[in-house]
């Protein structure tokens, strides 16, 4: 009988139960393994194999699946789950690459393909996808200047192009036409970001709003900290940030939006500087070949 997992033949074989299932609670998945593929210096049996069987497997395999076990519970259960982990660069690129032309509700869409004199004008222009008859195949859409259509599913296009030219359009309409453009859908349309302000154009950085460090190099061991914007200083191009027990005056660029944080105080600034402590020891007891494996891949 050959082995569920390589495929091999083998007259006196030692079967053995798949960890990646039966060591594993709950069994690996397909998205976990993928993940740890993605990875620099993975395996090469991950390339040709899948995540997990229901069957027994031969030794050989056995063997080859337990440092992929052990993975998973240190790279990415104990970091919580994939739910909390940021996907490879891989996975972000395959999954752009297949939902690119996805058509869901309130994406933006292209009109194109009309035939009918009466309709042939809206090819070419961009519109909002409302709902989706599933019985016709039609969506209403709401074009740029709040009108809206039904549209057959085949003259309808979505693309990453396509999303960035609505934004465009929408504000563009919004900035010319500020009493049509007043509500949509009965929501408020948002002027464009910073139209009147000093501050950069840069969502979700403003007074009062917390964010996230990152990119310092003079001060490595500060990103990752929590801070609050206070205000920006024109003269410099720096805002002011408020650490929990100290001021910063920082970049736009080393800094990430966190909307769903509480802003900082001196005791979670405590917090987070004594586990910035932990981890710089931690990462010096480490050598060079330790800390790359780490960062970047399976090797070690």
Not at 135 to 164: C, M
Request: aromatic content about 6%.
């Amino acid at each position: 009988m050959p082995c569920a997992a390589c495929g091999q033949e083998a007259g006196v074989i030692e079967w053995k139960w798949d960890p990646l299932r039966w060591e594993l609670d709950p069994p690996c998945t397909q998205a976990e393994w993928k993940y740890l593929a993605d990875a620099n210096g993975a395996p090469e049996v991950m390339e040709t194999q899948q995540c997990s069987y229901m069957n027994k497997i031969c030794r050989g395999c056995y063997n080859s699946r337990l440092p992929i076990m052990a993975r998973v519970k240190t790279r990415i259960r104990a970091n919580g789950g994939l739910e909390e982990m940021q996907p490879s660069l891989k996975m972000r690129k395959d999954y752009e690459a297949a939902h690119d032309a996805d058509l869901i509700k309130n994406r933006p869409a292209k009109i194109d393909g009309l035939q009918s004199a009466s309709a042939a004008h809206l090819n070419g222009q961009l519109c909002r996808l409302v709902s989706r008859d599933a019985e016709s195949l039609r969506w209403t859409v709401e074009l740029v200047g709040g009108d809206q259509k039904s549209i057959k599913e085949s003259n309808l296009t979505a693309s990453k192009d396509i999303d960035l030219e609505w934004e465009v359009s929408r504000q563009q309409y919004a900035a010319s036409n500020p009493a049509d453009a007043a509500q949509t859908d009965g929501k408020p349309v948002a002027r464009p970001l910073g139209t009147n302000t000093s501050w950069p154009k840069v969502k979700g950085i403003h007074p009062g709003a917390v964010v996230r460090l990152q990119n310092l190099v003079a001060k490595q061991d500060l990103n990752g900290r929590k801070g609050r914007c206070i205000s920006f200083d024109t003269e410099v191009g720096r805002w002011k940030v408020d650490l929990g027990d100290e001021h910063k005056s920082l970049k736009v660029e080393n800094l990430v939006p966190a909307p769903g944080e509480k802003p900082p105080t001196r005791q979670s600034a405590e917090a987070e500087k004594a586990a910035g402590d932990a981890e710089a020891l931690r990462r010096q007891a480490l050598d060079a070949r330790q800390r790359h494996a780490e960062d970047y891949g399976w090797d070690s």
